[in-house]
């Protein structure tokens, strides 16, 4: 069984959703859910334009294959696909953005670090909640 972001964010939601949506059962359509998705996938393709944007194009690399990833001088990558098997169970995700952070610590050790960035209108509105509830 190969578990997405989908089906893992629909089984959040409901066990019963994950499981129409692992057997292809035909949606019903729900409006608002289809809005927010397509806001959640503009924000995160604004976010990742205006990381883009602040490096320069020789640091960039958009959507890197594994050997690239392990071999290629870059500092931010983009839509970076991410695996993990086990016996019978294939779990993927799409990282929106990962940055290769250097330091003189990581040169003196020869590893590099890390950082993950996913983008979600969810923690923008998490964050405009929280504040409302501390300016009242």
Request: hydrophobic content about 40%; some cysteine; overall charge negative.
């Amino acid at each position: 069984m190969k578990i997405t972001p989908e089906l893992f964010h629909a089984y959040l939601k409901c066990p019963t959703k994950c499981w129409l949506r692992e057997n292809h059962e035909q949606e019903s359509g729900n409006h608002y859910a289809e809005w927010f998705k397509t806001q959640n996938d503009q924000y995160r393709a604004t976010g990742t334009e205006r990381l883009v944007a602040t490096s320069s194009i020789d640091d960039v690399a958009v959507s890197p294959d594994e050997e690239s990833i392990k071999t290629d001088k870059w500092r931010l990558a983009t839509n970076l696909a991410a695996h993990a098997q086990s016996d019978s169970w294939i779990v993927e995700s799409e990282l929106h953005a990962v940055e290769r952070v250097l330091t003189e610590y990581v040169f003196a050790i020869g590893v590099a670090g890390f950082g993950f960035l996913l983008f979600s209108i969810l923690s923008i509105l998490s964050i405009f909640s929280s504040w409302s509830s501390w300016s009242s």
